[in-house]
């Protein structure tokens, strides 16, 4: 028999219901599909889909600023976040 291991993941609570509706609809545990989904990235020697990053205009903008260097830079967390206010 096949040791078996577990795996625990946080998820929102609402994508969890959701998916897990569409398992049941498939015939498929939560468990049984995170192991199907695992099986074909062994089979394929990556992600089963493409995965892509599908930015908005705003988002570009950001990505743009960060990649020139005109965004602003803190040594820690603790300096961002008295930067905000949030100290």
Not at 22 to 28: K, S
Not at 60 to 77: I, K, L, N, P
Request: charged fraction near 35%.
């Amino acid at each position: 028999m096949t040791k078996k291991s577990r795996i625990s993941a946080r998820v929102e609570e609402d994508v969890k219901k959701e998916a897990e509706q569409i398992f049941d609809r498939l015939g498929l545990s939560t468990s049984s599909a995170i192991s199907l989904f695992l099986n074909q990235v062994v089979t394929e020697q990556g992600f089963p889909f493409r995965p892509r990053l599908d930015v908005n205009a705003k988002t570009r903008q950001a990505m743009r600023r960060a990649h020139s260097g005109a965004v602003e830079t803190f040594e820690d967390e603790d300096e961002m976040f008295a930067e905000l206010g949030m100290d």
